[in-house]
């Protein structure tokens, strides 16, 4: 079975400052796929980084890194220096490549960037 | 640039009524897919479709149908809205397999509220 846990519903984060947003995930896949999405309030969802299960190296795009801990099944989203504009829904996401092209969210985390 | 359109960003109808929500995406990506989003409960696949007149059932198909005559174009339809099916829902599509990271372009949204 494939699922993906979000644990914290929101978060809040003062500007400037670092968050990390928590994922974990099961799967019965050798090879799979780790995504995150912004959801602004707007409604639109952006895209923000991937993780592939064999990349050694955690995936990193400007402000926004993956922490992914494979034996642990996780993969948390690190922000650097907090933005207003990160205030947003963060999805978590996985795509197991042997099991077809679905793919499988979690329920989301709010967070709230301070000023 | 790349693109997912929706038809209908807002639509109001009445229990009963067929329901036509119509996604098309220019980037001619193989598989599309139909979520709905509900506060709370992430992103749940409703139906993907991986090919013209292909079509596979998701977590949630109950209650709704889909169509995919041509490959930009994949149609969620409604026979008989209700109350329950007041929500978001969100097209998206994916190149078909290893290709690249494989990410979802998501369109917009169409927020259907049922009277």
């Known amino acids: 079975a494939q699922k993906i846990t979000q644990t914290q519903p929101g978060m809040f984060v003062q500007e400037k400052e670092a968050v990390t947003l928590d994922c974990t995930y099961d799967?019965?896949?050798?090879?799979?796929?780790l995504f995150w999405y912004k959801q602004p309030s707007s409604g639109e969802m952006i895209f923000l980084i991937y993780q592939g299960s064999y990349d050694e190296q955690n995936a990193t795009e400007g402000r926004y890194s993956l922490n992914f801990q494979k034996a642990r099944k996780s993969a948390n989203l690190v922000i650097s220096a907090s933005q207003l504009g990160d205030s947003a829904m963060y999805f978590c996401a996985m795509r197991g490549l042997n099991t077809g092209n679905q793919f499988y969210f979690g329920t989301g985390t709010s967070l709230t960037v301070i000023p | 640039d790349v693109k997912v359109t929706q038809s209908s960003r807002y639509l109001v109808k009445r229990t009963g009524e067929k329901v036509f929500l119509e996604c098309v995406q220019d980037?001619?990506?193989?598989?599309m897919f139909w979520y709905r989003q509900d506060p709370g409960l992430g992103l749940r696949l409703i139906y993907f479709s991986y090919d013209v007149k292909m079509k596979e059932k998701g977590d949630i198909p109950e209650g709704y149908s889909v169509s995919r005559e041509k490959k930009e174009r994949f149609s969620l339809i409604l026979e008989s809205a209700s109350t329950n099916q007041t929500s978001m829902y969100l097209c998206?599509?994916?190149?078909?397999?290893?290709?690249?990271?494989?990410?979802?372009?998501f369109g917009e949204g169409s927020r259907l509220t049922v009277l």
């Open positions: 998206a599509s994916s190149l078909r397999g290893r290709r690249g990271t494989g990410e979802l372009f």
């Open positions: 799967t019965s896949d050798q090879s799979y796929g």
């Open positions: 980037m001619d990506h193989e598989n």
